[in-house]
């Protein structure tokens, strides 16, 4: 699998910033929520989505002990080591130490990432020291 390019990848994600956030959601402009923002980011960066996307609770990944999204990213993306992950990567975030990786954004830069986050919609901001220890998995998209 080769590698989709990351700054192709960078100007698809963009073009969502300022879609409101909406659970479930996953429409440039009306309403996404992270794995909505990632679900558009492959339509057009790869193709239709491979398979469909069940419903989801917003407290889903609170308990459990299976990496949901990693697996389901696992089975389409190239993984690559958090350490290693550049511009235009798709990465998995804890939002709790301990809990499943549940967040989803795409980095866009070296300090930056871009992610859609309830009450804002989709942003782009700083990649704080926070936010990148919550990094648990990293994937690049595929060539189409």
């Known amino acids: ?5 990351p700054d192709r990848v960078i ?5 969502w910033l300022g879609t409101p956030y909406h659970d479930q959601a996953s429409l440039k ?3 996404c929520d992270c794995l909505g923002l990632a679900r558009g980011v492959w339509r057009e960066v790869v193709g239709p989505e491979p398979f469909p996307i069940p419903p989801y609770s917003r407290d ?5 002990p299976r990496e949901v999204l990693a697996e389901g990213a696992r089975a389409m993306m190239i993984e690559v080591k958090t350490e290693a992950a550049g511009s235009g990567a798709l990465v998995l975030l804890r939002m709790k130490p301990r809990a499943i990786a549940k967040h989803v954004g795409i980095l866009t830069g070296p300090a930056t990432f871009l992610h859609a986050y309830e009450r804002l919609g989709v ?3 700083p990649l704080t020291q926070s936010w990148r220890r919550r990094i648990a998995f990293a994937f690049l998209f595929p060539q189409r």
């Open 29 to 31: 402009g009306v309403g």
């Open 1 to 5: 699998m080769t590698q989709a390019e």
């Open 123 to 125: 942003i782009e901001e």
């Open 60 to 64: 889903w990944g609170e308990t459990g």
């Open 11 to 15: 100007a698809i994600a963009r073009a």
